[in-house]
């Protein structure tokens, strides 16, 4: 499916989160992460939508949800079939960012993946990114190592 994307920073093992938060803050990933979201819808699990810190700006929320969510300012779904209805009636480049079971979802539908790769793991993680197979994709390195915290990633 064209203009799918999904974004995210994992760990060596997969490393997603734990306790419904990210594992490690990265300002500079986080600017990439705003860099490449601004202006287009994400969309996002019940689970990432509550660990969310404020709203972000000039982003539109698109959430996948067995639950009635009365929010004007988001766009509801409840299966990865209406997703997929609202991903075709789009335009622009639609960013998946979680959670992990949304990954799992959209992998196979998904043209590009843009992720930061932390040269860390977490024992304590709860959340992983899903297995893939990285033959499967053309992978273009946009950064050499970066250290934030003596964190290595890129």
Do not use: C
């Amino acid at each position: 499916m064209k203009n799918v994307t999904i974004i995210a920073a994992i760990g060596k093992n997969r490393e997603l989160g734990k306790n419904n938060n990210l594992i490690w803050h990265l300002p500079e990933d986080l600017k990439f992460f705003k860099e490449n979201t601004i202006g287009k819808p994400i969309v996002m699990g019940t689970n990432t939508l509550k660990s969310l810190p404020k709203k972000l700006k000039d982003r539109q929320y698109v959430v996948l949800t067995s639950k009635d969510i009365e929010n004007p300012d988001y766009i509801v779904v409840h299966s990865i079939e209406e997703l997929l209805h609202f991903i075709e009636s789009e335009d622009r480049e639609v960013m998946i960012i979680g959670g992990a079971s949304l990954y799992k979802q959209m992998l196979p539908f998904a043209d590009r993946m843009l992720l930061t790769e932390v040269d860390a793991e977490d024992k304590d993680a709860d959340v992983y990114f899903p297995e893939f197979n990285k033959e499967d994709w053309n992978k273009t390195v946009l950064s050499e190592y970066q250290t934030e915290d003596n964190i290595y990633y890129k």
